[in-house]
């Protein structure tokens, strides 16, 4: 059976200000989702409370994976669990390559009671399924021998996000893809890269407001985020709408949370001017 993910209720606090005020949200193993909604509304914070982040703190509800509880776990045992955490590291690690760095993540989670040291997947294994993976992701191997993110560009941290995916092939990655940054490289690494890696084994909440990705990626189900709650729920064609159209509709159909959203711009309008 395929496995679920369960959002129930989810309340998430940052230095001590409610931003996420009760999500629910269910996802199946081998789905696509696409979770959208104006700057501020929380989809970032969502995938940092997913993750573990330490500075994004559960104040209520759950988040489960068939029924185990993740909410008191760390990062680490996340992983094990089935989710992707793509922050789950040091940004830049001097003198690791890309390889070596993949060899411990996916030892991490295969042998989850390996001290330090030892229970590597051992080199030739590694390198042969590294190496397969690549292949199948059109990706040339001499990557694997970089310095882990140093002086990558923006299509070459996507890489890395892929590659990391193929290798660690979890149940459940969420992707925060933001819009801004994403030079059109970027942008075709990963629409390509998630196509070829999308499958019954694993589900996507993709985070972005990028058209290409999600032509590349047809959701099944668009979600979409407002004040900390999510607000819509539909399938691609709402993502298409939104893309066209932005987030009037949204806020004319929830006047009540659109309110809340103002009020806290008020507040950082205030801020800004003090
Ligand atoms: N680390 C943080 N410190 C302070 N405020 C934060 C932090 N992370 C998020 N927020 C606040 O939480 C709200 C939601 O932000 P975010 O989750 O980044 O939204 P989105 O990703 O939808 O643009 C914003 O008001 C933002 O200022
Ligand atoms: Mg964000």
């Known amino acids: 059976m395929n496995s679920l993910l369960k959002i129930d209720n989810l309340h998430v606090s940052v230095n001590g200000k409610p931003i996420l005020k009760g999500v629910n949200l269910e996802v199946r193993q081998g789905e696509t989702h696409a979770l959208m909604g104006p700057n501020g509304s929380g989809k970032s914070t969502l995938a ?3 993750m573990g982040h330490p500075r ?3 104040t209520d509800g759950r988040i489960e994976i068939d029924g185990v509880d993740l909410v008191a776990l760390e990062p680490d045992a996340r992983a094990r669990l089935g989710l992707f955490l793509a922050f789950q590291y040091p940004v830049t690690i001097p003198g690791v390559k890309v390889a070596d760095f993949l060899r411990h993540a996916v030892s991490n989670v295969r042998n989850p009671d390996r001290k330090e040291g030892e229970g590597l997947i051992p080199m030739r294994e590694f390198r042969k399924e590294l190496k397969a993976r690549m292949e199948a992701l059109g990706m040339d191997v001499e990557f694997a021998r ?3 993110n140093d002086g990558f560009s923006g299509g070459e941290k996507k890489r890395m996000e892929i590659l990391q995916l193929a290798m660690l092939r979890p149940k459940f990655a969420i992707l925060d893809e933001t819009d801004s940054g994403l030079d059109s490289d970027a942008v075709r690494v990963v629409s390509e890269g998630l196509a070829r890696l999308a499958g019954p084994e694993m589900a ?5 407001h990028h058209e290409r990705l999600l032509e590349f990626n047809r959701p099944q189900s668009t979600h979409v985020m407002l004040a900390g709650r ?14 066209d159209q932005g987030y009037a509709g949204v806020r ?5 949370i659109a ?4 009020v806290e711009k008020t507040e950082e309008a205030l801020v800004a001017k003090a």
Do not use: F, K, M
Request: aromatic share 8%; charged share 20%; hydrophobic share 45%.
């Open 204 to 208: 996507v909440v993709i985070i972005t």
């Open 146 to 148: 970089r310095y882990l």
């Open 252 to 256: 004319t159909r929830h006047p009540a």
């Open 56 to 58: 994004y703190e559960i």
């Open 259 to 262: 309110a809340e959203e103002t």
């Open 48 to 50: 940092y409370a997913l």
């Open 230 to 243: 999510i607000v819509e729920n539909g399938d691609a064609t709402l993502a298409h709408e939104l893309h």
